[in-house]
């Protein structure tokens, strides 16, 4: 199994600059993909950007060109770089990571909550 724990989330105001973090421990040699969701009070929760082993990325339109996502697969950690952070960016941000033995498994982190508000 992974274990996901998740850090870097807090307050903020428009137009500043968050880092959220996520460290995979457990069975690590088998994650392939790593990214980032969010879920908005009352929402459903949506796809912010992923990344690949090989550092394929892919980003949702909403956050594409403000947010950056990275991993060090040497610590087995995931990163969100959110730049001109919006309020309408306020959700709670989950870690997923996507491993492969027989067949894909997804795990989830315990969700870290990213408010922009002035």
């Known amino acids: 199994q992974v274990q996901l724990v998740e850090s870097g989330g807090g307050l903020v105001q428009p137009g500043g600059s968050l880092r959220l973090s996520c460290a995979a421990s457990?069975?690590?040699?088998?994650?392939?993909?790593m990214g980032w969701y969010r879920q908005s009070a009352g929402k459903q929760r949506e796809l912010v950007a992923t990344?690949?082993?090989?550092?394929?990325?892919n980003y949702s339109d909403s956050v594409k060109g403000r947010f950056t996502i990275s991993r060090d697969n040497a610590k087995n950690t995931v990163y969100l770089q959110m730049n001109s952070l919006k309020p309408e960016d306020t959700a709670v941000y989950y870690c997923?990571?996507?491993?492969?033995?027989?067949?894909?498994?997804?795990?989830w982190g315990q969700g870290t909550q990213v408010t922009v508000s002035s």
């Open positions: 457990g069975s690590v040699s088998s994650i392939n993909t």
């Open positions: 997923n990571v996507v491993t492969m033995v027989f067949r894909p498994y997804f795990y």
């Open positions: 990344i690949t082993r090989d550092g394929s990325t």
